[in-house]
């Protein structure tokens, strides 16, 4: 067999075993070097060049140019096929063309709807344009340009748009990222990191999606979908040091201390490769959720001590990206009874039998059915009606979300209860946060909540770190976790040794007069990849 034949089968048996959506299958040089806006005519790719001033038709399978002809005007940039024709979008004159894509010939000439247009693309029945000024992607009436719905862009920069036939994709310039988006609302459903640093125009062509890229003059194939549930990237090597201090004062002793110090598991996107405890003389214990702690006692303890309980642990933490497509959920009923039994269930900081949640629950959800599209529902709606503010306390979920304001734990208690109380599983986790720095200390931790999605399993989804203007960022809280999160908690309620607490509980008895002073501290330590 000749050595470029088994490259070649080399190369596809890697790329079916590895790839996952946004990996490159292949990639071409453009055939000028200003490529701007991109299409895909059911057979070819078109290639715009704002300097060369002209649209270039490709071969997909090797790149190479079947043709040319002049474009519409002299600062081309998106490109849209709509059957028949081309339709290209001018940015000097700040018009659209429809033009023939034999010979170039102008068919129909009509307004763009807004200043800057950058990206095109055609959704069957009409044009959607994105202006990266206005930070707009709109949607246009073919008889005049003018915009008959209009949202907000994923980031600040909005570049090449294209339509899979069901989402909108858009490109981003600054955030050097590709963006899956429901047309319906603006929302962003999936991000990917763009192959190159200066991505532009966009295409799909029934089962990949391809982007040229501004600064590397290249045409990128990637893959769309595939059986990848989740990339890891970016790891982070470190030793955490988990310290629970209680500083005897007073007169007297300190009878009895129970520490509780929650274990972390290997996870996805955490890998634990050692865990030490002091002093000795611990045990391990279980909770009704499963969660591991190491558990730490004292007696009789005079005044004026010191009682430090520490963990360490040397661990790898990856950021993860999950790439939920909403229509590869399962339905409500794929649901395992098990885990509907006990994530659905009520607790003392959820209320969800209280009438208000009741209702409120029903009312956000309405008809919908797919638990991704209720969950997301629920996801705004907390991310909206609330607004981040530490009141003191823990209040249940009916009380916080009547008063809007919350701490995350609180955010988290009330986006539970709602997604309980609309039947989709729930549950919260605990961390200790990398604030700042690599070598860092933590000592306000964090707790974001989880849901079950079928054929997805658990999922991370944070409505407090959601609570952002730009529909990016809010999609980058659901189902993505940066590498600055060491997850030590993994509980549904009231644990039988945690309460609503995480990362660690104590319990003791005193003599009179005596005070304790407790404090917890999370120490990041970087340690060579």
Not at 241 to 264: C, M, Q, R, S, W
Request: hydrophobic share 35%.
């Amino acid at each position: 067999m000749k050595p470029v034949l088994i490259f070649a089968l080399l190369f596809t048996l890697l790329t079916n075993l590895w790839s996952h959506p946004g990996k490159i299958v292949k990639q071409f040089k453009t055939p000028y070097s200003h490529s701007t806006g991109l299409t895909f005519d059911g057979k070819n790719l078109w290639v715009a060049d704002h300097l060369a001033d002209k649209l270039v038709c490709l071969n997909p399978a090797n790149g190479k140019k079947i043709r040319e002809i002049p474009s519409p005007g002299f600062w081309p940039m998106g490109l849209a096929w709509d059957g028949k024709y081309l339709w290209n979008v001018d940015k000097k004159q700040k018009k659209i063309f429809q033009v023939d894509p034999k010979d170039g010939t102008i068919l129909n000439v009509i307004d763009a709807p807004s200043g800057n247009p950058e990206g095109l693309t055609w959704d069957g029945k009409t044009l959607w344009v994105s202006d990266y000024r206005a930070k707009k992607i709109m949607k246009i009436d073919l008889s005049d340009g003018t915009a008959v719905q209009s949202f907000p862009s994923p980031a600040r920069y909005p570049q090449g748009l294209t339509f899979d036939g069901t989402y909108l994709w858009c490109s981003d310039r600054i955030m050097d990222e590709i963006y899956m988006i429901d047309p319906s609302n603006g929302e962003v459903i999936i991000v990917l990191k763009s192959p190159a640093p200066y991505p532009r125009g966009l295409a799909w062509d029934g089962k990949y999606l391809w982007n040229v890229d501004y600064q590397t003059d290249q045409l990128y194939c990637l893959v769309r979908q595939d059986e990848e549930k989740y990339v890891l990237t970016n790891p982070r090597h470190a030793l955490v040091t988990f310290t629970h201090e209680v500083k005897i004062l007073g007169k007297g002793e300190l009878k009895n201390l129970d520490v509780y110090t929650a274990i972390p598991e290997n996870l996805p996107q955490q890998k634990i490769i050692s865990t030490q405890f002091s002093p000795q003389g611990y045990q391990f214990v279980e909770d009704q959720w499963e969660q591991r702690f190491a558990h730490y006692n004292y007696q009789n303890i005079p005044a004026e001590n010191v009682l430090t309980s520490v963990m360490k642990v040397e661990t790898e933490i990856s950021e993860i990206t999950y790439f939920i497509f909403p229509d590869q959920c399962g339905t409500m009923k794929d649901i395992p009874a098990n885990i509907r039994a006990t994530y659905t269930a009520d607790g003392s900081k959820y209320q969800i039998n209280d009438p208000y949640i009741k209702n409120l629950a029903r009312e956000i959800v309405g008809n919908e059915q797919n638990p991704y599209w209720r969950a997301r529902k629920i996801f705004d709606y907390v991310r909206n009606h609330l607004e981040y503010k530490l009141e003191g306390g823990w209040n249940v979920a009916p009380v916080v979300l009547k008063r809007g304001t919350g701490s995350c734990s609180e955010y988290t208690f009330s986006f539970i209860a709602l997604c309980r109380a609309a039947g989709i599983p729930a549950r919260y986790v605990g961390s200790i946060v990398v604030r700042g720095d690599d070598a860092s200390i933590d000592d306000v931790f964090h707790r974001w909540p989880e849901i079950y999605l079928p054929n997805y399993g658990w999922i991370p989804i944070d409505p407090q770190g959601g609570d952002k203007p730009l529909p990016r960022d809010r999609a980058l809280n659901i189902g993505h976790l940066s590498n600055r999160f060491l997850i030590t908690t993994r509980g549904g309620g009231d644990s039988k040794y945690l309460g609503w607490y995480y990362n660690s509980f104590e319990k003791y008895q005193t003599d009179p007069q005596v005070r304790l002073e407790i404090e917890t501290i999370g120490d990041w330590n970087p340690l060579p990849k």
